[in-house]
Nanobody
Framework: QVQLVESGGGLVQTGDSLRLSCAAS????????MGWFRQAPGKERRFVAA????????VYTNSVKGRFTISRDNAKNTLYLQMDSLKPEDTAVYYC????????????????WGQGTQVTVSS
């Protein structure tokens, strides 16, 4: 089992950057594929980015390609999401998630979720 705690959210302006972190408990962080999802007000939770256990493979939703970078540090049990060139449409609660069955864009493949961190981008 793993517990996930996100941090790094906040209120920023269009074009600014933020780095989200997701700290994982437990000794088996490197066994999990990891992902970031987001949920805007009144909308469903949606996939943002995912990374395999080693960090060697990543996948992004089209709207964040070239602006967001997912990475992980298995020695620190931490997942990151570097978000650059932020836009108002990036405003959402961001969740990290861990999967024992690989990684990808489908939320039901993830076994554990954090509580979320709010990101608000003003225009």
């Amino acid at each position: 089992q793993v517990q996930l705690v996100e941090s790094g959210g906040g209120l920023v302006q269009t074009g600014d950057s933020l780095r989200l972190s997701c700290a994982a408990s437990g000794r088996t962080f490197s066994s999990y594929g990891m992902g970031w999802f987001r949920q805007a007000p009144g909308k469903e939770r949606r996939f943002v980015a995912a990374i395999n256990w080693s960090g060697g493979d990543t996948v992004y939703t089209n709207s964040v390609k070239g602006r967001f970078t997912i990475s992980r540090d298995n020695a620190k049990n931490t997942l990151y999401l570097q978000m650059d060139s932020l836009k108002p449409e990036d405003t959402a609660v961001y969740y990290c998630a861990a999967s024992l069955s690989g990684y990808g864009s489908t939320s039901y493949n993830y076994d554990y979720w954090g509580q979320g961190t709010q990101v608000t981008v003003s225009s």
